[in-house]
């Protein structure tokens, strides 16, 4: 039953995407309390959990349920697409951070270092969750490929 609706390799691309965003989301934390701004809000990241596990859920039943390529490449791609720009924003809003520590005197150099680590393995970690979706994609076509003939 599990793996007719892909159910591990969904939760591992939840997670992973998970994982990147909250390492992102970690640094915009550290670096705001350090210029004296509220921290990450904690219900923003409520719902946009929310709103990944219901993709997750989407991708599910595209997989399991209809076994349409086109509808869980929509899927896919509304999934890929939702992670991007949280990230993306994640990212932005921390380097949003560094002309306020600037001004009020907090050298930047002694956070590069780790905020590059962290956005090169949110980057490694978004890679493999769009592997994960390739990979899932290509079994569907295999399946769907075989109950055709």
Known sequence: MLNKYGLRVHVAVYILTTFAILLLLYEQAQLASRAGLPPVDVVQIIV??????ALVGLLGVGYGWFRKRWFYAMAALL????????LAAAFTQTLGLVPKLESIGIPISDYQGTFYVLALAAAISYLLTILLLRKTYG???????????
């Open 79 to 86: 999934f890929a697409g939702y992670s991007a720009t949280r």
């Open 139 to 149: 079994s569907l076509e295999r399946v769907s490929l075989t109950t055709d003939c």
């Open 48 to 53: 946009q959990q929310g709103v990944l596990a």
